[in-house]
């Protein structure tokens, strides 16, 4: 059974950045739809964003601009690139999978990491 770990997560100063990293085990992220999920304290999960399984790319309109996901075959990977944090970016934060997805919803996503945790504080 496929598996799915997020890793990259930790602690920053309102403007900084981190990377996170969504390696896959198992199966291979081609022909998958690819999210990012974010859940903030006492918030109910949002999606953050979404590549599709034909490599279209979509943001939630909070972080357009700032946030880049993108795909490493190579490696089964997937990135989320997160500058200029702002603290209302605090929260854990999924990767989950849809096969031959065009768009990831979260009720529809196959198979879910177990979150890492990002912390934007001064």
């Known amino acids: 059974q496929g598996q799915l770990v997020e890793s990259g997560g930790g602690l920053v100063q309102p403007g900084g950045s981190l990377r996170l990293s969504c390696a896959a085990s198992g199966f291979t992220l081609d022909y998958y739809a690819i999210g990012w999920f974010r859940q903030a304290p006492g918030k109910e999960r949002e999606g953050v964003s979404c590549?599709?399984?034909?490599?279209?790319?979509y943001y939630v309109d909070s972080v357009k601009g700032r946030f880049t996901s993108s795909r490493d075959t190579a490696k089964n990977t997937v990135y989320l690139q997160m500058n200029s944090l702002k603290p209302e970016d605090t929260a854990v934060y999924y990767c989950?999978?849809?096969?031959?997805?065009?768009?990831?919803?979260?009720?529809?996503?196959?198979?879910w990491g177990k979150g890492t945790l990002v912390t934007v504080s001064s």
């Open positions: 590549i599709s399984s034909d490599g279209r790319t």
């Open positions: 989950a999978t849809k096969f031959l997805g065009s768009v990831c919803l979260e009720y529809g996503m196959d198979t």
